[in-house]
């Protein structure tokens, strides 16, 4: 009867393992959701460094040179400077 017993907890471990495996807290599911959730926030993170280099990179040029901040001030608010005639052309 003893011989009997040791075998089948073995294999009942067995089984709860490998149901812990593929369905439990950590499973080969679950980890390749998280590596594809992974994945993704690399590449938005990525863009977000494109994205905060650039604008870096445009407040280094307005705290460095009046020129950003002149035609900065020409294209998106349409200043021009005294004695100048602005001229806008559409199609």
Do not use: C, H, Y
């Amino acid at each position: 009867m003893r011989s009997r017993i040791v075998p089948i907890v073995l294999v009942l471990l067995l089984l709860v393992l490998q149901w812990q495996l593929w369905t439990g807290r950590g499973s080969v599911r679950e980890v390749a959701q998280l590596q594809e959730k992974l994945a993704t926030q690399k590449d938005a993170n990525a863009k977000a460094a494109i994205v905060n280099e650039r604008l870096s990179s445009e407040v280094n040029d307005l705290k460095e040179g009046l020129e950003m901040v002149e035609e900065r001030a020409r294209q998106e608010l349409g200043m021009v400077k005294p004695n100048e005639v602005f001229v806008q052309i559409t199609r």
